[in-house]
């Protein structure tokens, strides 16, 4: 009979198993066994939802193995020693046990002193445990606190047993933390009411964190009480069980293997299980036999159960009478059938309240159709929803924004998970941040004993109108809750304003991140007032390169010089193994660029900056880079060396020249910022006159430097060579009357200033005096910087009497017009982009003027110009070294742009600060039922629509935000982290 019923069962099954797979509702194999795992896992051994398959693997198989040594240990104080050892060791993540010997703290960051106060917490909490054990459990003398003191409980027979009188505690810690906790965020009971305690109107970190310091107080004493009182109390409840006298069933061993896990894996979801298991006893239930017959600990798992598919239930309901009334409120989401739908479900209320507990009773997603108010129950799979790893996006280049918001995030995130303040964080958690335009993806993965697992995405920046829209309705329910003003004589508002939104703001963090600021440069860039300093300035600037260009690569040789001579003959290093000139001139120093600069001291209020040093791929000005990278050639230079007696002697060192690639210089730029297009031709490199190369070859001499179109200049000043430039840079074949007409502008006071300042940065106070006056009184060194100077402005094209916007544009871009030495000074590298560096922190500094006022004299100009390379990048977006000084965390990041759509000049400000993060939690059942409609939508329906109706803007689901923060190919986050490893003790 029982063969004839099964076949009929199945018979049906098979018959339905198409119509379950063509709804989505038939779960594929490897999700259905990855959850069964899951499910088994968090609810039977009592761990928690991993963050990766392998992890979820090994964890299962841990736990089955710990649950079977405690079935097979005789004596129930080995179960409770082990047990409680074993739940504290997988309740940690094992894989960042090296951190832990290293000496990082897992309680409260003490530092080296964390491993053995984990000793000594763990060590307590096992004395604890046998101490209790022994006494009250294996005393034969003690009848009260014998096996049958639950029968007693709530009794005025006798005495309390020890184990009522601690779960009156437990009920007491319960309370204090979840008061704690809800005393953290921004809003209350659910995201109902507002928090009054909580501050509003903060603009700054500074006051946030000055106006929250109660608020810190009250979660360190709920972290206190939740992550070391909780669990001793727990322990000690368990501990004086009198169900460990039954131990030999394979229930309770599972049971006490679980219980004791969960003290340690989610002390506050043990709390809030115990807690009600102890009330259950208090209201007379132990009176009910099959309830007091199953024991405590097989309570606690049918409690725990209860509890998880409730909370989902009300969860799932609440989501789904969020899409049933917003198809009808929403005027943009109202369709045709709505009005029908709306009488379906309300006529068949009691099929859509079972559609919703079938999910519930099988934490399986609730699939919105279409995300239309007719719904099905999704197939299980786990809490993660994707079955790849974390970590897959889809890049672009403002995915570095995010790279750089991340690190800092996840620092911030640590002290507001352990406060309590993003509510209970339990794995399938996802909340939303959100800072000027971007939008980041907070997903919870696992979590443990101190410690929690997140996976941050970031969305795309505004650009579709779907985004916008969500994007608006995000800043609006932030600022209902963070940001609202009250009227005078009005009470304060405690009711959310939008608390029928998935979305429930939770907290503001302050982290350190760069804020954008663009600017339109009307009135600056073109106003002739401003234009007409720009030549002035930018020979100026070009003056203050090339001197620090020297002193830069007098440090370098001399550093090499010292770090070859502790080299054994035998040894070379490889940059000394290029060739060298037998007779070096000992009048030439040709060095290449070095990116090493000593820190320098400002008191300006004025910002300091560097630039990019190609149109397209600039490297970042700093301490550690190499800027152009190694080339097959390199000269001798002259440096001073200071020998034992005191006295300054000259020796040959190695420079260190090189190359650097030239990229597209439109390459990945947005259409917005092209310049304006140029007749074909023109600074391609077409129709240049010949040059003749064979003219370059200089003569050697031993204290002067021979110009290619000028009689040799003597060096009056033994220091003159130190800051004399490469012969290459000399050799530009242009009209002497065009020099002849701008000599008058080159800046001899300003030039004159240079040296000194940096003669005191190279040599000190001892020999300011006498060292400076030589070398601003020797007239050939002067005469070779005016030359050069003067060269490059007009081969840059900078010449001109008076700039137009378009020409300053272009010639910051790198792409200026052709002019006579253009060719020259592009085959000179390292000058070509000192030029254009120098020319990119002119009109910094011309747009700062305009801000700030005028420079008013020598010092501030030379404080500015030390500013600009010390803490900003100036080049532009494009440039590969604008991503890297991203990720560097770089102060200060300037560039330029050009709106074809405004017709107008722009600048672009990112600026290294800290900043408030607003933080909300989302509704994790309705993001899973929209992903799950995402994957049913795609998979099965093969509706890959790009303008489908359930990917469009809906502000109250967030639907288009929900579906781009899906793992790829489905959705398309542009950066995704690998799974975050916290300590959040």
Request: proline content about 6%; aromatic content about 8%.
């Amino acid at each position: 009979m029982e063969w004839q019923v099964a076949a009929q069962v199945l018979h049906v099954l098979f018959v339905a198993l198409p119509v379950l797979w063509a709804l989505g509702m038939l779960s594929p194999l490897d999700a259905l066994l990855l959850w069964a795992m899951e499910q088994t896992l968090v609810h039977g051994l009592g761990g928690s939802a991993m963050s990766t398959n392998i992890r979820l693997l090994v964890m299962f198989l841990s736990s089955v193995c710990v649950a079977t040594c405690t079935f097979f240990i005789p004596s129930s104080l080995g179960v409770v020693l082990f047990t409680v050892a074993m739940g504290y060791l997988l309740s940690q993540d094992l894989t960042q046990l090296l951190v832990l010997l290293k000496g990082t703290s897992p309680t409260l960051g003490l530092g080296w002193w964390g491993l053995p106060l984990s000793l000594l917490f763990i060590i307590g909490s096992l004395t604890e445990a046998g101490l209790l054990h022994q006494l009250y459990l294996n005393d034969p003398g003690n009848v009260t606190l014998g096996v049958n003191s639950v029968e007693h409980w709530g009794s005025s027979v006798g005495p309390p047993s020890p184990q009522e009188v601690i779960g009156w505690l437990l009920i007491a810690l319960f309370l204090i933390t979840r008061l704690l906790r809800e005393l953290q965020g921004a809003c209350v009971l659910g995201g109902a009411m507002l928090n009054p305690l909580y501050p509003k109107r903060v603009m700054t970190a500074q006051a946030f964190r000055l106006k929250t310091r109660g608020l810190r107080f009250a979660g360190i004493i709920r972290r206190i009480l939740l992550n070391l009182v909780s669990p001793l109390a727990m322990i000690a409840f368990l501990s004086v069980d009198e169900s460990l006298e039954k131990l030999h069933t394979a229930s309770l061993a599972i049971g006490f293997t679980r219980a004791f896990r969960m003290v340690w894996q989610s002390s506050e979801a043990a709390l809030l299980q115990m807690v009600l298991v102890v009330i259950i006893r208090l209201a007379g239930g132990h009176r009910v036999a099959r309830w007091h017959e199953l024991g405590t600990t097989v309570q606690l798992i049918l409690v725990s159960l209860v509890v998880n598919r409730v909370s989902q239930f009300v969860c799932k309901l609440s989501f789904a009478l969020t899409v049933l009334i917003t198809s009808w409120t929403e005027s943009k989401q109202r369709r045709q059938s709505a009005g029908t739908l709306l009488a379906l479900n309300a006529a068949l209320c009691p099929l859509l309240l079972a559609v919703v507990a079938l999910s519930a009773l099988l934490s399986a997603p609730l699939l919105p159709l279409f995300t239309l108010p007719v719904f099905l129950v999704g197939f299980p799979r786990p809490l993660r929803s994707w079955p790849g790893t974390p970590g897959t996006a889809c890049p672009c280049p403002d995915s570095v924004y995010y790279q750089q918001l991340c690190k800092r995030l996840a620092s911030a995130l640590r002290p507001a998970l352990a406060n309590g303040a993003f509510g209970c964080c339990t794995p399938g958690s996802h909340y939303l941040g959100r800072f000027q335009g971007r939008l980041l993806w907070i997903s919870v993965l696992e979590r443990g004993y101190g410690y929690c697992t997140v996976n941050i995405k970031g969305l795309e920046l505004q650009e579709t109108s779907c985004h916008t829209v969500e994007a608006r309705r995000v800043d609006e329910v932030f600022e209902g809750a963070f940001d609202h003003v009250e009227r005078p004589g009005q009470c304060f508002r405690l009711l959310n304003p939008h608390w029928g939104n998935v979305l429930t703001p939770c907290s503001m963090l302050p982290v350190r991140v760069y804020s954008d600021a663009q600017n339109v440069l009307t009135g600056i860039i073109d106003s002739p007032d401003h234009l007409r300093q720009l030549n002035s300035d930018f020979l100026k600037t070009l003056v203050w390169i090339l001197l620090r260009y020297c002193v830069q690569e007098l440090t370098r040789g001399a550093l090499q010089t010292k770090g070859q001579s502790l080299q054994t003959s035998g040894r070379k290093s490889q940059s000394s193994q290029h060739a060298v000139p037998s007779e070096p001139d000992p009048a030439v120093v040709t060095v290449a660029m070095d990116s090493q600069v000593r820190p320098e001291s400002s008191s300006s209020c004025h910002l300091r900056g560097q630039d990019s040093s190609s149109p397209s791929s600039f490297a970042d000005w700093s301490d550690e880079d190499d800027l152009f990278g190694p080339v097959t050639m390199r000269r001798p230079m002259r440096m001073m060396v200071r020998t034992d007696e005191g006295q300054t002697e000259f020796g040959l060192g190695v420079s260190l020249p090189g190359s650097v690639e030239i990229h597209s210089l439109y390459e990945s730029m947005a259409l917005s910022s092209l310049p304006t297009l140029r007749p074909l031709g023109l600074g391609l490199g077409l129709g240049l006159p010949i040059v003749d190369k064979g003219k370059d070859k200089i003569p050697a001499p031993t204290s002067t430097t021979v110009p290619s179109n000028s009689q040799p200049l003597h060096f009056t000043s033994p220091h003159s060579e130190l800051f004399s430039l490469p012969s290459e840079w000399r050799t530009a074949q242009l009209a002497s009357s065009k020099l002849q007409v701008l000599r008058p502008c080159f800046p001899e006071a300003w030039f004159c200033f240079c040296l000194s300042q940096l003669v005191v940065e190279s040599f000190g106070e001892g020999e300011f005096e006498q060292v400076t006056l030589g070398l601003q009184e020797d007239r050939a060194l002067r005469e070779l910087y005016t030359q050069v100077v003067l060269s490059c402005c007009v081969a840059l094209g900078a010449d001109a009497q008076m700039f137009s916007p378009n020409l300053l544009f272009r010639l910051y871009c790198g792409d200026g017009p052709w002019t006579e030495g253009l060719e020259w000074l592009r085959a000179n590298k390292e000058l070509h982009q000192l030029t254009l560096r120098a020319f990119r922190y002119s009109v910094k500094l011309l747009v700062d003027q305009a801000s700030l006022g005028p420079v008013e004299s020598l010092d501030e100009l030379y404080t500015t110009l030390q500013d600009y390379h010390n803490n900003w990048f100036i080049g532009l977006v494009t440039d590969h070294s604008w991503q890297d000084s991203v990720v560097q965390e770089k102060p200060f990041l300037f560039s330029l742009g050009h709106d074809l759509t405004m017709g107008a000049y722009t600048s672009r400000v990112l600026s290294l600060q800290e900043n408030l993060v607003q933080v909300g939690v989302l509704n994790e059942e309705g993001v899973r039922g929209q992903w799950a409609n995402l994957s049913w939508e795609l998979l099965y329906a093969t509706n890959d629509d790009e303008e489908r109706y359930s990917i469009q803007a809906h502000p109250v689901m967030l639907r288009n935000l929900t579906v781009q923060a899906a793992d790829p190919p489905l959705g398309y986050p542009i950066y995704s982290s690998p799974p975050i490893h916290l300590r959040c003790l």
